[in-house]
């Protein structure tokens, strides 16, 4: 479905941050945005739900993507963290341009939220990885920009993988060693680099094979637009990945469905996480 079905006209960061900001008197402590399946955090405390056609003037049309922003507190005391949640998100595939799949993140830095975690649910290239596990975004590779359009993919596979290891990275990764510590049902977490793909199709083989070359350990097709908007800002964003399957040579790819029956199961463990991390903040 293209951007111009929608009403977005004059729904720019600053329209839709006064939109939040009407609801909402607290600048939130974190975001967190949710990819494909994933549920967390579904038990803030006085949520407030808007909808993203009211915020931003356009839906998701991906199964897996809600489309709303939750806001609440994550316990109940009154100073406890205020968080907002954006279940689902917008992606080149589904025809829109770069400022419409930009939009929330612009908008979530114009109003002044701190911290952003992205969530993605991505193939796992790396065959030591397991369906269901949880890796935290250290590097990514960008084959999605529309730059390449005019530029081709010469120039993004002859690119080193671009860092964004940071502060927050550390911590998700800290945290997770001690969820791990106290309960050995918490899978160890992940680590490593994340490739960016324009999609809607899932990668073939030869493709697989490429980017195992160049050394990613995951791909999937958002979340490096959000890190590139959010870089040099002062919201600082970290990213992580949950591995719906793995491609390997004797096993049948999954599809759309098992990557949101993956996701589920994932977000049990992912719920825990972002309550530790947001308590810590």
Same mark, same amino acid.
């Given at each position: 479905? %293209?951007?111009?079905?929608?009403?977005?006209?004059? &729904?720019?960061?600053?329209?839709?941050?006064?939109?939040?900001?009407?609801?909402? %008197?607290?600048?939130?402590?974190?975001?967190?945005?949710?990819?494909?399946?994933?549920?967390?955090?579904?038990?803030?405390?006085? /949520?407030?739900?808007?909808?993203?056609? $009211?915020?931003?003037?356009?839906?998701?049309?991906?199964?897996?993507?809600?489309?709303?922003?939750? =806001?609440?507190?994550?316990?109940?005391?009154?100073?406890?963290?205020?968080?907002?949640?954006?279940?689902?998100?917008?992606?080149?595939? $589904?025809?829109?341009?770069?400022?419409?799949?930009?939009? /929330?993140?612009?908008? !979530? =830095?114009?109003?002044?939220?701190?911290?952003?975690?992205?969530?993605?649910?991505?193939?796992?290239?790396?065959?030591?990885?397991?369906?269901?596990?949880?890796?935290?975004?250290?590097?990514?590779?960008?084959? !999605?920009?529309? &730059?390449?359009?005019?530029?081709?993919?010469?120039?993004?596979?002859?690119?080193?993988?671009?860092?964004? #290891?940071?502060?927050?990275?550390?911590? !998700?990764?800290? =945290?997770? %060693?001690? !969820?791990?510590?106290?309960?050995?049902?918490?899978? /160890?977490?992940?680590?490593?680099?994340?490739?960016?793909?324009?999609?809607?199709?899932?990668?073939?083989? #030869? $493709?697989?094979?490429?980017?195992?070359?160049?050394?990613?350990?995951?791909?999937?097709?958002?979340?490096?637009? $959000?890190?590139?908007?959010?870089?040099?800002?002062?919201?600082?964003?970290?990213? =992580?990945?949950?591995?719906?399957?793995?491609? &390997?040579?004797?096993?049948?790819?999954?599809?759309?469905?098992?990557?949101?029956?993956?996701? &589920?199961? #994932?977000?049990?463990?992912?719920?825990?996480?972002?309550?530790?991390?947001?308590?810590?903040?």
């Amino acid at each position: 479905m %293209k951007t111009e079905s929608w009403n977005i006209e004059g &729904k720019s960061a600053a329209s839709a941050v006064g939109v939040l900001k009407a609801v909402c %008197k607290r600048i939130p402590d974190a975001a967190v945005v949710l990819g494909s399946g994933v549920n967390v955090l579904m038990d803030l405390h006085d /949520p407030v739900a808007l909808p993203f056609e $009211e915020v931003f003037g356009i839906a998701p049309t991906i199964a897996g993507h809600a489309g709303s922003m939750v =806001i609440g507190r994550l316990k109940e005391d009154k100073d406890s963290p205020l968080v907002a949640v954006l279940r689902g998100r917008f992606h080149l595939y $589904e025809g829109h341009d770069w400022p419409v799949v930009t939009l /929330p993140a612009r908008v !979530l =830095i114009e109003w002044g939220v701190p911290k952003l975690f992205l969530t993605n649910a991505a193939g796992g290239l790396n065959k030591t990885f397991h369906v269901g596990d949880l890796m935290v975004l250290t590097g990514y590779r960008d084959f !999605l920009n529309p &730059k390449l359009k005019e530029t081709g993919l010469v120039p993004a596979l002859m690119s080193e993988t671009e860092n964004c #290891a940071n502060d927050l990275t550390a911590s !998700l990764l800290e =945290i997770g %060693k001690k !969820l791990t510590a106290a309960d050995k049902s918490f899978v /160890p977490m992940q680590q490593g680099t994340y490739a960016a793909c324009l999609g809607p199709s899932y990668e073939t083989m #030869a $493709e697989i094979e490429m980017l195992r070359r160049l050394q990613a350990d995951a791909v999937g097709m958002s979340t490096v637009p $959000e890190l590139l908007t959010t870089a040099g800002t002062h919201t600082q964003s970290a990213a =992580i990945s949950v591995v719906t399957n793995v491609w &390997k040579e004797d096993e049948p790819m999954g599809g759309h469905e098992e990557v949101l029956e993956a996701s &589920k199961q #994932a977000s049990l463990r992912l719920d825990k996480l972002f309550h530790a991390i947001l308590t810590a903040l």
